[in-house]
């Protein structure tokens, strides 16, 4: 009997905060087509994910996935830093 957990979400998106310890606050954009004028509409989602190890950076792309509630408003974990951002 194998035990399998459900397949868990996962996002792409930009920090734009790394203000706070061990939390990111990433900002994930979709595009999403209108029912009725069929033109694409960007919408945006902001959600804060767990950093342990605060390597992530203003700029980093990441990849989050969902997990159980970590605090209040934390609901995600940073998996994987998928590219730095380019510092001047």
């Not at 399998?4 to 994930?28: A, L, P």
């Amino acid at each position: 009997m194998s035990l399998e957990q459900g397949s868990r979400s996962t996002r792409v998106g930009i920090v734009v905060s790394n203000k706070m310890d061990k939390t990111v606050v990433v900002r994930v954009d979709n595009l999403v087509k209108h029912r009725v004028y069929k033109k694409f509409i960007k919408r945006k989602v902001t959600c804060k994910a767990h950093d342990e190890a605060n390597s992530c950076s203003i700029g980093d792309k990441v990849l989050i996935v969902e997990t159980r509630p970590l605090s209040k408003d934390k609901r995600w974990r940073v998996r994987q830093v998928l590219e730095k951002a380019v510092t001047a």
